[in-house]
């Protein structure tokens, strides 16, 4: 069974750079789509940065083209979401997600299976 475990949330200032892990564990990395969410209260979920899993091919969603980036440690089996110039509207609860069988290259959280519990990034000052 593939598991998904988020860490680095936290409150940082506007500006500032925050570092997301995402230790997966029943699967290999190689062997997924992987991709980063993000969900604030009352507003769907939104696909941020994904790794297709055919080519490596990487999405990002225009909100956070330039400032985040997605990478992964294979020998790790982790999966990062490097965040920087993080503004206000950056503040919600971030989530890794995983899936064997999905080929697209934008991400939709309705073609992953498998989720991590989240954590909360607070940009404020």
């Known amino acids: 069974q593939l598991q998904l475990v988020e860490s680095g949330g936290d409150l940082v200032q506007p500006g500032g750079s925050l570092r997301l892990s995402c230790a997966a564990s029943g699967f290999r990395l190689d062997d997924l789509a992987i991709g980063w969410f993000r969900q604030v209260p009352g507003k769907e979920r939104e696909g941020i940065s994904c790794i297709r899993k055919r080519d490596g091919d990487i999405y990002y969603a225009d909100s956070v083209k330039g400032r985040f980036t997605i990478s992964k440690d294979n020998a790790n089996n982790t999966v990062y979401l490097q965040m920087n110039s993080l503004k206000p509207e950056d503040t919600a609860v971030y989530y890794c997600?995983?899936?064997?069988?999905?080929?697209?290259?934008?991400?939709?959280?309705?073609?992953?299976?498998?989720w991590g519990q989240g954590t909360q990034v607070t940009v404020s000052s």
């Open positions: 997600a995983a899936d064997r069988y999905y080929s697209g290259y934008v991400c939709y959280a309705t073609g992953y299976d498998y």
